[in-house]
């Protein structure tokens, strides 16, 4: 069973890294058509993804809790392009 479970986290960890490829691609492909398009990355945690297709005229606005927002001012600064927001995603 310990096999098993090795192979199925190994695909795991591939379909989650394809996920992420596609993810871009696509960005890339809209950006080429809409360069001046603002990226919006809800609940954005530590994740500098955006950062790989920011073009020069577009912006990216990554949005998530203020303890989260804090910690990535620490650890990921924001480019010149880029804005880091404190906010929930629901009200109430």
Not at 38 to 67: A, E, H, P
């Amino acid at each position: 069973l310990e096999g098993k479970k090795s192979v199925m986290y190994q695909f795991g960890y591939l379909e989650v890294a394809m996920r992420q490829y596609d993810f871009i691609w696509g960005i890339n492909d809209y950006l080429a058509t809409h360069s001046k398009a603002s990226i919006v990355n809800l609940g954005c945690g530590l994740d500098n993804m955006t950062r790989r297709f920011c073009n020069k005229d577009s912006y990216i606005y990554n949005i998530d809790f203020k303890d989260v927002i804090e910690l990535r001012n620490e650890l990921l600064p924001c480019g010149e392009s880029e804005e880091n927001i404190a906010s929930g995603v629901f009200k109430g």
